[in-house]
């Protein structure tokens, strides 16, 4: 081994005396390769890391809902991703960062354009880290739907968030010229509180108003009943993936890792701490609330809520500002999911107050953080912020409005009682999430029509 170490230094001592000093000099056309290089491969790591949210918001999703339609949550997540990145790759990237004074007018079809290199993007790269954006604005909607929505009208939906509402909300704020109106005046969003959660939040409440509450979630006189989710753990793990993948949504954001290693830390800080508030002040609330009883899955909705209202201002947030909104969050979802069902808005895993109510509050949080700070060539205001929030959520509102609306005059909205009763995943499936005993792997397709039609008319209770 000794022989070994001293053969490796004189070979090492060699090729330095004889390499000459040309051979260590960096030239500034290499060093500025390398630090696009570098941004680059960032950008592609905080992409893969947004990507698994998605596996993130399957459980989260799924754990809160009932197991008889445990499969239909995964089903639409899944489609989330494959047909938002077709539609975002066709349609979708050209109308957020084409050039156009209100909608992007160039791009379409190939959205790679978009981003040259000569910017320090890669084309590809840059745009795989939209389109992941983009997914998670559209399955936001998805648990707020959950358990009696047509699987057809959903992959309508999502289409068009992720191809068309989404989009166009990007291009007044994520083109950072005057083509973006709210950039313009001054508005700073700087991952996404509402560009991307709040247009998910009131995408969903739009949607889940239209929709009607579930069958059995309010008594006679219009109280809301309890409609426990199937599986704590998955709704756990959920969380967790989603927090992890977080740190790429917002660091990720910084768009550059050469020269950005400060800029960084103060974003990864800042998401840590307001994630952590979130979670504990959203879990004390429940213990206070509910005869000192701990509930996991509020907690686990607290984290979120603060990692949502520290989205807009991660950048300028230090670890105490970080820990307010977290916490402000954090309580606030717990009353705003009461508030909500108490107006008969029923969405089953709370996304809504998640992602519309906290991704509204941290918007305006940075017009108090951060007012007076420049943002470009402009300057931040809470004025601008709230301009801003306003206008995201009245023209999310219009377009979703107009989408779900449209689902319901074609009959592509709910499904029948009988259906939701049965369980999606059987009645829009042919499958079931968990089989029965001696059923593993017997679809409804294997069953024969007749036995698939008997098995989707079986009543389960509202509380399975």
């Known amino acids: 081994m000794k022989r070994t170490t001293q053969v490796a230094a004189a070979t090492a001592a060699i090729w330095l005396m004889t390499a000459g000093p040309a051979s260590a000099t960096v030239t500034v056309e290499q060093l500025d390769s390398l630090k696009t290089d570098l941004n680059i491969v960032w950008v592609g790591v905080c992409a893969a890391m947004v990507f698994l949210m ?12 009932r197991s008889k339609n445990a499969a239909n949550i995964v089903a639409k997540n899944v489609a989330d991703m494959a047909i938002g990145a077709v539609a975002y790759w066709a ?5 957020a960062y084409g050039a156009g004074a209100i909608v992007g007018t160039n791009g379409f079809f190939n959205p790679t ?3 040259a290199i000569s910017d320090g993007f890669n084309g590809g790269t840059d745009f795989v880290f939209q389109l992941v954006f983009a997914a998670t604005a559209a399955t936001i909607v998805s648990g707020a739907v959950a358990e009696r929505m047509k699987f057809t009208g959903y992959l309508i939906a999502s289409v068009v968030i992720t191809g068309l509402i989404y989009p166009i909300v990007t291009h007044f704020q994520w083109t950072f010229t005057d083509d973006s109106w709210l950039y313009a005046l001054g508005f700073h969003d700087f991952a996404g509180s509402a560009l991307v959660h709040m247009t998910g939040g ?8 239209i929709l009607g509450p579930r069958i059995g979630k309010y008594d006679k006189n219009g109280k809301a009943r309890a409609i426990p989710g199937h599986n704590v753990p998955f709704a756990a793990f959920g969380v967790f993936i989603l927090w992890f993948g977080w740190f790429g949504f917002n660091g990720g954001s910084q ?18 701490m307001a994630g952590a508030a979130g979670g504990l002040v959203a879990g004390l609330v429940t213990m206070i609330r509910g005869g000192g009883k701990f ?7 607290g984290i979120l809520a603060g990692l949502v209202g520290i989205t807009a201002g991660t950048n300028f947030a230090t670890a105490p500002q970080a820990l307010l909104i977290g916490a402000i969050c954090g309580a606030v979802v717990v009353f705003a999911v009461a508030a909500f069902d108490a107006i008969k808005i029923d969405d089953p895993v709370g996304a809504i107050s998640v992602h519309g109510v906290c991704g509204a509050l941290g918007t305006l949080y940075v017009g108090v953080i951060a007012a007076g700070e420049s943002n470009g060539d402009y300057t931040i205001s809470l004025a601008t912020q709230a301009i801003g929030v306003v206008s995201i959520a009245a023209f999310v509102a219009v377009t979703s409005a107009v989408l779900f609306y449209g689902l319901k005059a074609a009959g592509m909205l709910r ?30 397709s294997t069953m024969g029509a007749s036995s698939a039609g008997a098995v989707g008319r079986v009543a389960r209770p509202v509380t399975d």
Do not use: C
């Open 54 to 65: 998605q596996l993130g918001f399957s459980m989260l999703e799924a754990g809160l809902v």
């Open 113 to 115: 354009s978009l981003f």
């Open 91 to 95: 349609v979708g990237a050209a109308l």
């Open 295 to 301: 509930d996991p899955t509020m907690a686990g909705n």
């Open 415 to 444: 499904v029948s009682e009988e259906e939701e009763i049965g369980g999606l995943d059987i009645t829009e499936h042919g499958i079931e999430a968990y089989p029965a005993p001696g059923m593993a792997g017997v679809s409804a």
């Open 202 to 209: 009131v995408a969903a409440f739009v949607g889940a108003k």
């Open 255 to 272: 768009l550059a890792a050469a020269d950005s290693a400060e800029a960084i830390g103060v974003i990864l800080v800042s998401t840590m």
